[in-house]
């Protein structure tokens, strides 16, 4: 079975300090994968997506960046973090043979503060 | 915007009563698909309703899709304290990412 991973958990960083957010999926090939951010209480903002290594697509203009160095490993990164970072970051995938349905498969998130 | 949009915000109900929240969408869909999300944790598939179809039913899920009024609803029957969560849709319009919206926060009282 199909399984997504994600980590830390929970992440406390100072304004300015780098960013480094991981996740992998296992159990599947050529997975689509998106990074989305949920400020408190609200809805989720589509960050990133990729289809492939090295494709990655950005949907916002912000200070973070994604890459995808391995089919099924996802990295969300900054180099220099800001207060407005500070949010839930949720991972996932979905199959890339997608027929006629795009379901998506969510990682347990990471807390992000930015102090 | 492509997401959807849920209706109300908020609803509070008692066990064994059912609950029902709506979501509007803007453009033409392939599918669309119902998401819940516990406190704290990732997003859940709940049930995907495809543009062909006005209703389906899984467990106590019931949703239904009407694409002339480009709305759907997903009704919970006889809720629980568990299903308390926020929900979220999402219109499934073939780019290769869903959008959502802001989900409805259901909270079902013991």
């Known amino acids: 079975s199909q399984t997504i991973h994600q980590w830390p958990a929970t992440l406390v960083q100072p304004v300015g300090s780098p960013l480094s957010l991981e996740c992998t999926v296992e159990?599947?090939?050529?997975?689509?994968l998106y990074w989305y951010r949920q400020a408190a209480g609200r809805g989720l903002q589509l960050l990133f997506y990729s289809v492939g290594i090295g494709q990655i697509s950005s949907e916002v203009p912000q200070n973070l960046s994604a890459s995808r160095p391995q089919d099924r490993q996802f990295i969300l990164s900054s180099k220099k973090l800001l207060l407005s970072d500070s949010g839930f970051y949720l991972c996932?995938?979905?199959?890339?043979?997608?027929?006629?349905?795009?379901?998506?498969?969510f990682g347990a998130g990471t807390r992000l503060s930015v102090l | 915007s492509q997401q959807g949009e849920e209706d109300p915000q908020a609803l509070s109900i008692q066990e064994g009563e059912n609950a029902t929240m709506n979501c509007s969408y803007k453009?033409?869909?392939?599918?669309l698909q119902w998401y819940r999300q516990n406190s704290g944790r990732g997003l859940v598939h709940l049930i995907l309703i495809r543009s062909n179809e006005r209703e389906k039913h899984s467990g106590r899920l019931r949703v239904t899709l009407d694409t002339s009024k480009k709305s759907s609803s997903l009704l919970i029957t006889a809720s629980r304290a568990a299903d308390t969560a926020s929900y979220f849709c999402a219109p499934d319009t073939g780019r290769r990412a869903l959008t959502f919206g802001s989900g409805t926060r259901l909270q079902v009282q013991p």
């Open positions: 453009t033409s869909i392939n599918n």
């Open positions: 996932a995938w979905s199959a890339r043979d997608r027929g006629y349905s795009n379901i998506q498969y």
């Open positions: 159990g599947t090939s050529n997975p689509n």
